[in-house]
C-alpha cells in the first residue's frame, strides 16, 4: 500500500504541494481532526482535507461564515472584508483567507 502523501511515478510535486512538518489541527462540531502542514493552503482547506465539513460560502473573505478562533500559532489572512478589529485582536480568522504563518496551528470553530 501506498502513502497517499508519498508520489508515485511520474508525478511531480511541487513545494506547495509538499507536506512541512508542521500539524493544523480543526475542531468543528465538538471533534477535533489533525492534518499534515501544507504550505500556502488555507485552514479552510485543510479542514476539507481532515474529512471535515467547515462552514464556508463566499471563500472571498467578505462574509463571515467561515470565522473560527486561532487558539494556538499564527496565521496571516489574505484578504479580511467581515471581521472587525476587536474580532481579530481576540484571535478570529477567516478560515477562506488564512494561511498558518507557523508550523503547527489549532483553529476552533466551536467558540
Do not use: K, W
Request: glycine fraction near 8%.
Amino acid at each position: 500500500m501506498t502513502d497517499p502523501q508519498t508520489p508515485r511515478a511520474g508525478s511531480v510535486v511541487t513545494a506547495a504541494d509538499a507536506p512541512t512538518s508542521g500539524t493544523i489541527t480543526i475542531t468543528l462540531d465538538g471533534s477535533t481532526a489533525s492534518v499534515a502542514h501544507r504550505p500556502n493552503e488555507t485552514l479552510l482547506e485543510s479542514a476539507r482535507r481532515a474529512g471535515m465539513g467547515p462552514p464556508f460560502s463566499c471563500e472571498a473573505g467578505n462574509c463571515g461564515t467561515c470565522m473560527a478562533l486561532l487558539t494556538d500559532g499564527t496565521a496571516t489572512m489574505r484578504v479580511n472584508d467581515a471581521l472587525t478589529e476587536d474580532e481579530v485582536a481576540e484571535g478570529y480568522v477567516l478560515t477562506c483567507q488564512a494561511v498558518p504563518d507557523t508550523p503547527d496551528v489549532t483553529v476552533s470553530y466551536d467558540e
